[in-house]
C-alpha cells in the first residue's frame, strides 16, 4: 500500500473499526511538547466556567434528531436545514466564559504557570434551542485546547473556522494573536450567523474577526474571495452527519487549493462505527493525520476525559497532497 493508502486506511481505521490510538497519534507526542501549566489550566476549563442559567433544560444533543434526516439526501444543498425547519421555543440565552492561564514549560517539558501574562478570557454566547450551531459541542474546547497549547503556530495567521456555531476556537485564536479570523456558518442559519456576531462582540473582537455566510459546497462570490489569503481552516465537530461530509469536504478543498500551504485543523467526535471520510480524501487529493487528545496535552497533567468528557474525540489534520 502506497502512503495516501496507508494515511487513509488510518484514517477509516479511526472513523470505522474505532481504534483510537494508532500510530500516528503516537508520532505526533512530540507536537503535543508545548502544552499548558496542569493544575492551573485544568482549573481554567472547569472552575473558571461561568454559566448565567442554572437550569439547563433538555435540549437535542442527538444527530438522530437532527431535520437533516427527513430529507432527501441526494439535493444536498436543499436538505440542510434552514430556519424554518426548525420548531423554535423561545432560545433561552446564557454565556459561558472560559479562562486560559498562561503557562512556559520547564526543562523537562511540563507546563508551570507564567505569572507574567495575564489570563485569556473568551465570552461565548449560548442559545438553547434544538439547534446544532447554538451551543457548545465537547468537541469545541478540545480544538480550543489544541490551538491554546499550540498557540505560537496561529499567531500573526489568518484563521476561517467554518460551521463555527459558538465559534470559541475562532475567538480564542483572534485572542491570542491570529492575525485576522472569519468567523462561517450556513448562510441558511441566520441564527447561528447572529450567534457568531455576538459572540465578535462580547469578546470586542470586530477589529480583527467578521462573521461570514459559508454553506459547504456552495460557491458564493464572498466564498470565492478567498483565495490567497488563508492560513488555517479549523472547525469543531463538523462531520456530524454523513450527509454533509462531501460538501464539507468539497469546500476544505477549495480552500486548500486556493490557499497554497494552508492547512485544515478539526476536532471530530465519533459518533457511529461505519462512518468513514476515507473515499473522499481520495477523491479530493487530501492527505490526513490524527491526533489524540492524549498526545497534545502532555506535560499538562490534564487527562484526556476531563476534556472530552469520555467521548470519543480526536483532531484531524489535513492538507493537499
Ligand atoms: C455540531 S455543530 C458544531 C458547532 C461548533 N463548531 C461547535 O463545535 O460547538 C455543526 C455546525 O455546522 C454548521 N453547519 C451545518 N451544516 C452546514 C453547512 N451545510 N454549511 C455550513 N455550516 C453548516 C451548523 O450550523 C453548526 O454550527
New binding site residues.
Given amino acids: 500500500m502506497d502512503d495516501k493508502g496507508e494515511k487513509c486506511k488510518e484514517v477509516r481505521d479511526i472513523l470505522v473499526n474505532n481504534k483510537l490510538h494508532t500510530a500516528e497519534g503516537e508520532k505526533d507526542s512530540d507536537e503535543a511538547s508545548c502544552s499548558a501549566d496542569n493544575n492551573s489550566t485544568s482549573k481554567s476549563l472547569n472552575s473558571s466556567f461561568h454559566d448565567d442559567l442554572s437550569d439547563d433544560e433538555n435540549i437535542c444533543r442527538s444527530p438522530q434528531k437532527s431535520p437533516v434526516k427527513k430529507i432527501q439526501p441526494a439535493r444536498v444543498e436543499s436538505a440542510?436545514p434552514s430556519d424554518e425547519d426548525f420548531q423554535f421555543k423561545k432560545p433561552k440565552f446564557r454565556k459561558k466564559k472560559f479562562i486560559f492561564h498562561p503557562f512556559v514549560r520547564n526543562s523537562e517539558g511540563v507546563c508551570v504557570p507564567d505569572q507574567d501574562r495575564e489570563p485569556v478570557e473568551v465570552t461565548i454566547p449560548e442559545q438553547l434551542a434544538a439547534s446544532?450551531?447554538l451551543?457548545?459541542?465537547p468537541?469545541?474546547p478540545v480544538l480550543a485546547w489544541y490551538i491554546w497549547l499550540n498557540q505560537d503556530q496561529f499567531v500573526g495567521k489568518r484563521i476561517i473556522e467554518?460551521?463555527?456555531?459558538?465559534a470559541?476556537p475562532g475567538l480564542l485564536a483572534a485572542k491570542l494573536g491570529a492575525d485576522k479570523v472569519i468567523l462561517?456558518?450556513?448562510l441558511r442559519?441566520s441564527h447561528?450567523i447572529q450567534n457568531c456576531e455576538e459572540g465578535v462582540q462580547l469578546n470586542s473582537l470586530s477589529e480583527k474577526v467578521t462573521v461570514q455566510p459559508?454553506?459547504?459546497?456552495r460557491f458564493t462570490s464572498s466564498t470565492l474571495k478567498l483565495r490567497d489569503s488563508i492560513d488555517f481552516v479549523i472547525?469543531?465537530?463538523?462531520f456530524?452527519d454523513p450527509e454533509?461530509f462531501e460538501?464539507l469536504i468539497v469546500t476544505v478543498s477549495w480552500l486548500l487549493d486556493n490557499n497554497p500551504g494552508a492547512k485544515f485543523v478539526c476536532s471530530v467526535q465519533e459518533r457511529a462505527a461505519d462512518w468513514s471520510i476515507e473515499s473522499l480524501l481520495l477523491r479530493w487529493n487530501l492527505l490526513c493525520s490524527v491526533q489524540q487528545p492524549k498526545n497534545f496535552l502532555k506535560g499538562t497533567g490534564i487527562n484526556e476525559a476531563d476534556l472530552t468528557g469520555n467521548h470519543q474525540i480526536f483532531l484531524l489534520h489535513i492538507w493537499k497532497k
Avoid: K, R
Fill in positions: 440542510l446544532y450551531g451551543y457548545i459541542w468537541s469545541a467554518l460551521g463555527a456555531g459558538t470559541l462561517t456558518d450556513s442559519l447561528c459559508l454553506t459547504w459546497g472547525g469543531s465537530d463538523l456530524f454533509v460538501p
